[in-house]
């Protein structure tokens, strides 16, 4: 019997279905509905997937295939490798957590997460703390939240992630390319959009 691969949680009015390439050779996400809560799936031959490059690629796409139909979905995101051994066990968690996960759903509404890596040039000294601050000013005011990621590098100046409101992603794009513009001597990487992971924080276990 096939196992049900969880990519993330919608309400029931948004609730879909469409083929894709999933995980584990999957051809279809489709939802489980508990309450107002759906679970999108696709179902796989194991509780426990192999994390290869090629499954979490497939998760990542579906989530965004999901974010972004028929003009934009809200969804709390599971991160890779949560399967269940058939519906009621999945449903189980639905009714369990429902009060996380509509709160994650309330905060992450109608957001996508960005990402901003700034790296200043091997053997060149800048103000760290000066521009990361700058940085902040701009941004900010037009994010949802934002979280700091480890500097795991030395040449990290600023890594962030944001949440940003669908409708003011424009806005957050033109203020990334003015800080790029005014440092010109940093290389700024930026990324997204993605689902919103780093604001989202429902612990389950899959079973």
Not at 63 to 88: C, K, S, W, Y
Request: proline share 3%; no cysteine.
């Amino acid at each position: 019997m096939s196992s049900r691969y969880v990519y993330g949680i919608v309400s029931d009015e948004d609730a879909l279905e469409f083929e894709t390439d999933a995980v584990g050779d999957g051809e279809r996400v489709y939802p489980i509905t508990h309450g107002r809560l759906a679970a999108l799936v696709s179902d796989v031959e194991t509780t426990d997937p192999e994390e290869t490059d090629e499954n979490t690629r497939r998760h990542d796409e579906v989530l965004r295939e999901i974010m972004e139909h028929d003009g934009g979905r809200t969804v709390v995101p599971m991160q890779f490798g949560m399967a269940f051994e058939g519906n009621r066990a999945l449903k189980n968690v639905l009714r369990g957590a429902r009060p996380a996960f509509r709160r994650a759903m309330r905060d992450v509404r109608d957001s996508v997460e960005l990402g901003l890596k700034v790296v200043r040039e091997e053997g060149s000294e800048v103000d760290r703390e000066v521009i990361d601050a700058a940085i902040g000013d701009e941004l900010e005011p037009i994010a949802e939240d934002s979280v700091e990621g480890d500097l795991f590098s030395d040449r990290l100046v600023t890594n962030r992630s944001y949440l940003v409101d669908r409708d003011d992603r424009e806005a957050f794009d033109e203020a990334v390319a003015r800080l790029e513009a005014e440092y010109d001597d940093l290389t700024f990487r930026y990324s997204g959009p993605f689902a919103p992971y780093s604001f989202v924080d429902v612990h389950v276990g899959a079973r």
